[in-house]
Structure formats: structure tokens, C-alpha cells
């Protein structure tokens, strides 16, 4: 009985060891089952993210894209604005041009008239005469 009860000793130790690396396998399965579900998680919420990121990446571009439009309209508009601008310009001092060639003539008109009033002014009749037909003219 001795060498079956070293035998059956021996059989047991070896269960027991068998059993032991059992539990172990047992548990790292169980923590590889455990860490692959924390990685597909993990990956869930990165994907997740990552579709989140893309959708705020677009919605960027399309709000850049807009300001863009927006910008290169104003931009158009500020050039017809000045474009304007430089034509009234232009026109204001053809304009001004004008008045004072038309003044400059008025005044040449009246410093006549005032030469021709003096001249006349010395001789008494023809002053008279001369304011008749002024004022005629006027009317």
C-alpha cells in the first residue's frame, strides 16, 4: 500500500496542481474576456468620438466655406462701393469745374456791366438811357 499511497499521493499533488493552473487559465481567460470588453468599449467610445469629431470637422469647413462666400461678397461690394465713390467724385469736381468757369464768366459779365454803368454814370443822360435797358433786359 505504500507505493499505491505514494501513487494515489502523487496522482493527488497532481490533481491539485492540474486544478490549480486550471483556476489560473480560468482567470486569465476571464481577465482576457474582461480587458477585451473594456477594449471593444474603449473602441466603441473612441469611434464614437472620432464620428463626433468628423461631423464638428465638417460642419467647420462648411461654416468657413460660408464665411468665405460671405467675405469675397463683401469684398465685392466694398470695390462697386468705391468704384462708386471714385465716380461721383469724378463728377462732383466736373461739377465744380463748371460753376466756377460759369462764375468766373458771370463775374467777368458783371465787372463789365459795373465798367460800362461808371462810364456811363459820367455822363447823366446816357446813364439814364443805359439803366433804362438794364433793367429791361433783366425783365
Do not use: W, Y
Not at 3 to 24: C, D, H, P, S, Y
Not at 46 to 67: F, P
Not at 79 to 94: A, S
Amino acid at each position: 500500500m505504500d507505493e499505491e499511497g505514494v501513487a494515489k499521493f502523487t496522482i493527488q499533488k497532481q490533481m491539485r496542481e492540474m486544478q490549480n493552473q486550471l483556476q489560473e487559465l480560468n482567470e486569465d481567460l476571464e481577465s482576457e474576456r474582461d480587458a477585451r470588453v473594456k477594449a471593444e468599449k474603449q473602441k466603441k467610445d473612441l469611434n464614437e468620438e472620432l464620428e463626433a469629431l468628423k461631423t464638428e470637422l465638417e460642419d467647420s469647413l462648411d461654416t468657413t466655406a460660408a464665411v468665405q462666400d460671405l467675405r469675397a461678397k463683401r469684398e465685392d461690394e466694398l470695390k462697386d462701393l468705391k468704384q462708386t465713390i471714385e465716380r461721383n467724385q469724378k463728377t462732383f469736381e466736373t461739377q465744380v469745374a463748371d460753376m466756377r468757369g460759369k462764375h468766373t464768366q458771370q463775374m467777368e459779365a458783371f465787372n463789365e456791366e459795373l465798367e460800362n454803368v461808371r462810364k456811363v454814370s459820367r455822363e447823366p443822360f446816357v446813364f439814364l438811357v443805359f439803366v433804362f435797358e438794364t433793367r429791361c433786359n433783366f425783365l
